[in-house]
C-alpha cells in the first residue's frame, strides 16, 4: 500500500484512487519555485519539464493545460510577467518570469507548507487512533 504514496503511472493511482488522484499537487508553489531557481524568463514547456521532475509529480509530467492556466492566473495576479520571445526561428513562444510578489508569495509558501505538514501529521495520528491502531511509521515515498 504505501508503495503508491507517490504513484508513478495510472497503474498505482487506479490501485488507491482514492488518494492518487484527489491529491492537491501544489502546482502553484512548484511553478514559483521553478522560476525562482532560474536566472532567466523560462519557455512554458520548460516549466512543464522542470515541474515534473520536482517533488509534487515525482517524475509524472504535469498537464501542460493545466500549467499554463496556472501560469495566466498567476500572471493576472501579478506573481509573474510574461513576454513573447521571437529571438528563435519557429512560432514566438511565451517566456515567464518571477516578480518581487511572486517571490514574497513563494516565501509565504515556504511557511503554509510548513504549517500543512504540522496538520498533516496531526491529521494522521487522529486516523490511526480512529482505527485503534498506533501511528504507522511515514512511508518512503520516493523510489
Same mark, same amino acid.
Given at each position: 500500500m504505501w508503495a503508491i504514496c507517490n504513484p508513478?503511472? =495510472?497503474?498505482d493511482l487506479k490501485e488507491c484512487a482514492q488518494l492518487?488522484?484527489? !491529491?492537491s499537487r501544489l502546482s502553484q508553489p512548484t511553478i514559483l519555485t #521553478?522560476? %525562482?531557481q532560474s536566472d532567466r524568463p523560462l519557455h512554458g514547456y520548460v516549466i512543464v519539464q522542470k515541474a515534473a521532475d520536482s517533488p509534487m509529480f515525482g517524475g509524472k509530467k504535469p498537464d501542460a493545460t493545466g500549467v499554463y492556466r496556472m501560469l495566466k492566473s498567476m500572471e493576472a495576479a501579478g506573481l509573474v510577467t510574461s513576454e513573447?520571445? =521571437?529571438t528563435q526561428a519557429g512560432p514566438a513562444k511565451r517566456t515567464f518570469e518571477l516578480t518581487d510578489e511572486g517571490r %514574497? =508569495? !513563494?516565501r509565504r509558501w515556504i511557511d503554509a507548507l510548513a504549517c500543512y505538514q504540522l496538520t498533516i501529521g496531526e491529521l494522521r495520528v487522529e486516523a490511526a487512533v480512529a482505527l485503534? #491502531?498506533?501511528t504507522p511509521p511515514a512511508p518512503e515515498c520516493r523510489s
Amino acid at each position: 500500500m504505501w508503495a503508491i504514496c507517490n504513484p508513478k503511472h =495510472t497503474g498505482d493511482l487506479k490501485e488507491c484512487a482514492q488518494l492518487g488522484q484527489s !491529491l492537491s499537487r501544489l502546482s502553484q508553489p512548484t511553478i514559483l519555485t #521553478i522560476l %525562482a531557481q532560474s536566472d532567466r524568463p523560462l519557455h512554458g514547456y520548460v516549466i512543464v519539464q522542470k515541474a515534473a521532475d520536482s517533488p509534487m509529480f515525482g517524475g509524472k509530467k504535469p498537464d501542460a493545460t493545466g500549467v499554463y492556466r496556472m501560469l495566466k492566473s498567476m500572471e493576472a495576479a501579478g506573481l509573474v510577467t510574461s513576454e513573447w520571445d =521571437t529571438t528563435q526561428a519557429g512560432p514566438a513562444k511565451r517566456t515567464f518570469e518571477l516578480t518581487d510578489e511572486g517571490r %514574497a =508569495t !513563494l516565501r509565504r509558501w515556504i511557511d503554509a507548507l510548513a504549517c500543512y505538514q504540522l496538520t498533516i501529521g496531526e491529521l494522521r495520528v487522529e486516523a490511526a487512533v480512529a482505527l485503534g #491502531i498506533e501511528t504507522p511509521p511515514a512511508p518512503e515515498c520516493r523510489s
